[in-house]
């Protein structure tokens, strides 16, 4: 099982969502921990092939989507979470488009952090064993 990185207001946003919406992108979540991918969960398409997921969720005529990444090891960072304003047309606003820029940033420096952190505690303890 993957462990789980919020990242920013992600987990606040995704929490301020209807009931519904959060069950249905948790569940999308923990089947990302799981190695799967949720019926809802689609690559974001300005990201090809980079392992960024969108979770796509339709409440009451709202919709709230939730998009995560894959691509770094046993982990799955959740990079934003938001409510679409737009009535009109399916794609992701560019301002939403650049948080989930900035935070993949951020997830690859945490992610290479852990690695430094993981590889520091092996050495000690090979030097102290």
């Known amino acids: 099982m993957k462990n789980t990185v919020f990242l920013g207001t992600s987990k606040d946003n995704i929490l301020d969502?209807?009931?519904?919406?959060?069950k249905e992108i948790g569940f999308a979540i923990y089947t990302a921990q799981g190695g799967?991918?949720?019926?809802?969960?689609?690559?974001?398409i300005c990201f090809k092939?980079?392992?960024?997921v969108e979770i796509i969720s339709n409440h009451n005529g709202d919709t709230f989507r939730s998009v995560y990444t894959t691509r770094f090891g046993n982990m799955v960072y959740v990079l934003h979470a938001f409510q679409k304003k737009s009535k009109s047309g399916?794609?992701?606003p560019p301002k939403e488009l650049e948080m989930v820029r900035r935070r993949l940033k951020q997830a690859e420096i945490h992610y290479i952090e852990e690695l430094k952190k993981e590889a520091e505690t092996k050495n000690g303890r090979q030097q102290t064993g």
């Open 36 to 44: 799967g991918k949720a019926i809802n969960a689609t690559p974001l």
């Open 49 to 52: 092939g980079s392992g960024v």
């Open 17 to 22: 969502f209807p009931v519904e919406v959060r």
């Open 90 to 92: 399916v794609a992701t």
